[in-house]
């Protein structure tokens, strides 16, 4: 029987469920060292990361003064796109859970820049309009990564999403979004372009897995994790929701070490560089 208590795709990282997966050719030369260590480490400098959510608490220190600006996305049903966008000078989180993905980010990019895009309201709910809209601003507004810890499952809103998803790629910004915590379908994490996220016990943010069956392309942390709340708190929390920004902000540390990697380039390292990747044995041939 399942733990209802922890998201659905997580079964897919469970021990007895992982498989060694070799890194050939060019791909086995690639290291962490290389994707976004060295001396000194990379740290996500100059690389701009938008948190569509609940917004973010600017002034928690979980995301070190690292906030850079913000827009809040509200629904218009008197204007002919239905959605608004009112600059955030002073951004804050409605909820909590924007604050939380930020904080995970900025611990693993701590010289990324983050930008609070607010699409929840309160009761952490909003419309698909809002959510798209969010999306546009950042792809329009020069957006290098974007956590989206959010989704819709609504039929409706397929194209839409994948439009806006094909705008991010061919503009080089990088889309990392949470599946839904039950096993049905969401979007945008389906489309092929999107890097798809759900939760794996444990604790060490670069400890993640690469996974070759489908929907769910990776695994990181998201079960029983320390995260970043409302009014400078933190709390224990689960969900896919705390996953997919350990993974943006390791694509934020790749993207900041080497600016002129694309989505899919940037994905490619991502597998290679997976916990669970075995690098190929190098088999070299002796002269005669």
């Given at each position: 029987m399942s733990d209802p208590a922890r998201p659905a795709w997580s079964s897919q990282f469970a021990a007895?469920?992982?498989r060694e997966l070799p890194a050939l050719g060019p791909l086995g030369k690639i290291t962490r060292a290389w994707a976004w260590g060295g001396t000194p480490p990379?740290?996500?400098?100059?690389?701009?990361?938008?948190?569509?959510?609940?917004?973010?608490?600017?002034?928690?220190?979980?995301?070190g003064g690292q906030v850079r600006g913000g827009v809040i996305v509200?629904?218009?049903?008197?204007?002919?796109?239905?959605?608004r966008f009112v600059e955030d000078k002073q951004p804050r989180d409605m909820f909590g859970h924007g604050t939380a993905c930020a904080g995970?980010?900025?611990s693993l990019a701590p010289e990324a820049e983050l930008y609070s895009v607010r699409v929840l309201g309160r009761?952490?709910?909003?419309?698909?309009?809002?959510?798209?809209?969010?999306?546009?601003?950042?792809?329009?507004?020069?957006?290098h990564v974007v956590n989206l810890s959010l989704s819709t499952s609504r039929q409706e809103f397929f194209g839409l999403f994948h439009e806006l998803a094909d705008q991010a790629y061919f503009k080089n910004v990088l889309l990392v979004s949470a599946v839904n915590n039950i096993p049905t379908p969401s979007y945008p994490s389906l489309y092929s372009s999107v890097i798809s996220v759900?939760?794996?016990?444990?604790?060490?943010?670069?400890?993640?897995?690469?996974?070759?069956?489908?929907?769910?392309?990776?695994?990181?942390?998201?079960?029983d994790v320390s995260v970043?709340?409302?009014?400078?708190?933190?709390?224990?929390?689960?969900?896919?929701?705390?996953?997919?920004?350990?993974?943006?902000?390791?694509?934020a540390l790749i993207r900041g070490k080497h600016p002129d990697l694309t989505p899919f380039q940037i994905k490619t390292v991502l597998f290679a560089?997976?916990?669970n990747t075995r690098r190929a044995q190098i088999r070299r041939t002796r002269k005669r």
């Open positions: 007895d469920a992982l990379a740290a996500g400098q100059d690389v701009r990361v938008a948190v569509i959510d609940s917004g973010i608490e600017a002034d928690h220190p979980a995301v509200e629904y218009d049903a008197r204007i002919k796109t239905q959605v995970i980010i900025h009761d952490l709910t909003g419309k698909a309009l809002q959510f798209a809209g969010g999306l546009r601003w950042a792809i329009e507004n020069g957006m759900a939760a794996h016990e444990g604790h060490d943010p670069f400890t993640y897995y690469y996974n070759p069956a489908p929907p769910v392309e990776f695994g990181a942390p998201g079960i970043a709340w409302l009014n400078k708190s933190t709390i224990v929390s689960t969900g896919n929701s705390f996953a997919a920004p350990h993974m943006a902000g390791i694509a560089c997976a916990t």
